[in-house]
């Protein structure tokens, strides 16, 4: 449930049960370390990991979707991992225009087909 603070911002809702955040029925975190990566366009980014996880060489940077490698002075080229497609990149390489009309009209057709 959201609501409106006495200034009148939004505060952010929690589903009824959901207990305190951080609460200790969750269990023990595992240990974590952070791990810096540099992509060759400058950005930096630095995920955590279980220090029992092994440590990816790369990764994707989350700025730009190039690989990023843990040695600021020599990032991997832009070559070595293919760049981030969104969701719907991937659609449209799976379908044509014309089988996106078809599923659209018949998504469409039963939406508007009356309910009995």
Sequence with gaps: MVGLNRRGGRIRGQ?????PSGDSTRGLSAERTQ????????HRCGPSFAVQAPIPELWVCP??????????DNPP??????PY???LAYVR?????S????LLNEAL????????
Excluded: M, N, W
């Design 15 to 19: 589903r009824i049960g959901g207990g």
């Design 35 to 42: 791990v810096e990566y540099f992509c060759s366009r400058g």
């Design 63 to 72: 700025h730009c979707g190039l690989p990023a490698g843990r040695d600021q």
């Design 77 to 82: 080229t832009e070559e070595a991992v293919a």
């Design 85 to 87: 497609k969104t969701h």
């Design 93 to 97: 390489e799976r379908r044509s225009d």
């Design 99 to 102: 089988d996106a009309e078809i």
């Design 109 to 116: 057709a039963r939406l508007r087909a009356p309910r009995g």
